[in-house]
């Protein structure tokens, strides 16, 4: 059996798909990548299903080795990547054959990084998703020793290569008046919305904690509720006035005031972040979010365009001579005409 045998990894690391859908009447979120753009990208590059579940490292990796031959791609935040020792580039698909060693290391742009395999990790499904949810208790829990087998090939893979997306850059994140803002008045709402905000060191797949510059956010009829059904992306107020951003392991309810939702769209930019990073908001429409999800929608579906072959390695080229290798060759007494 062809797998990805895991030699040490981090304890942060988790298998996730695109999640689990429809059961949230239940008590159950949806869970799954905390940044989808970078799942796309790892399907793209392997020609895998949209739902094919890959690993997902936050801020560190760790080390694995191959049992049998496949391909394998990364994406989501770079991180330090080595095979047999040879260091590589990130966000690529590459093969790997029986025994050799990936060392997967520290984050040095971005926070969520992905390791994904030919077909897809084969983990235990649980309400139709292979995703990892700790809280919960679903799902496969990565650790030393195990072997995760891989999928079937649903198209012979090659060596590709993607762009950077640009929301690594980002740092005005879009969002709508959430559905407590009443309790918060106009003055405090408009406060909130100019502040310049900082990712703090509380996060996790469940949410982040923002401290904004304008001091706690104060809710004129109190920081309880009734519980009520949470969406990915609201923000709590919580009871010392700090903003709680909820994301893919969020809990099904919660009793804080939300004074507003974060656009969909914007998700993987916050979830990027590292702490520290610094961001502002924008306030926008229910129509102007649904625009925004439905471009992002787009630049998912045109990453197969984006790719571009991998450089190889001349050492592998059968067909070396139709490669131009060399360009702008001088003759070396051009200046002897002078």
């Known amino acids: 059996m062809s797998g990805l045998e895991i030699l040490s990894v981090a304890p942060t690391t988790t298998v996730q798909d695109r999640g689990r859908s429809g059961f949230l009447r239940y008590g159950v979120t949806g869970g799954g990548a905390m940044d989808v753009f970078a799942l796309a990208e790892g399907q793209a590059l392997l020609g ?73 990790l084969q983990t235990e499904v649980v309400l139709g998703s292979r995703a990892t949810h700790l809280r ?15 999928g079937k090939a649903d198209r012979e893979a090659s060596a590709w290569v993607l762009p950077e997306p640009a929301y690594f850059q980002q740092s005005t994140l879009r969002l709508m ?58 923000i709590q107020i919580t009871g010392d006035g700090t903003p709680a951003i909820l994301l893919a392991d969020r809990g099904p309810s919660g009793g804080y005031p939300r004074i507003a939702t974060l656009a969909t ?46 450089l190889r390695d001349p050492r592998d080229m059968g067909d070396l001579l139709s ?4 360009g702008g060759v001088m003759r070396g007494d051009e200046h002897d005409e002078d």
């Open 48 to 120: 895998n299903d949209a739902d094919a579940a890959a690993l997902e490292f936050a801020a560190f990796g760790g080390r694995f080795r191959a049992k049998g031959g496949f391909w394998v791609a990364t994406s989501g935040a770079e991180m330090a990547l080595a095979v047999n020792g040879a260091a590589m580039g990130w966000r690529r698909s590459f093969r790997l054959e029986d025994g050799d060693i990936v060392d997967v290391g520290a984050a040095m742009r971005g926070v969520y990084g992905y390791l994904h395999v030919t077909g897809g």
């Open 136 to 150: 919960a208790g679903f799902g496969h829990v990565p650790s030393a020793g195990d072997l995760l087998a891989v």
């Open 177 to 234: 008046w959430g559905p407590q803002s009443e309790y918060f008045t106009k003055a405090e709402r408009d406060r909130f919305a100019a502040a310049n905000f900082i990712i703090r060191p509380e996060r996790d797949r469940m949410g982040i904690r923002v401290q904004p510059d304008c001091g706690p956010v104060h809710a004129d009829a109190g920081l309880t509720i009734a519980s009520d059904a949470i969406n990915l992306g609201d």
């Open 265 to 310: 769209a914007d998700i993987p930019a916050l979830a990027q972040m590292q702490v520290g990073a610094k961001f502002r908001l924008e306030v926008v429409t229910r129509e102007q979010a649904v625009a925004l999800l439905a471009a992002f929608r787009e630049r998912i579906r045109a990453l197969p365009g984006q790719m571009a072959p991998a």
């Open 323 to 326: 490669y131009n290798l060399i």
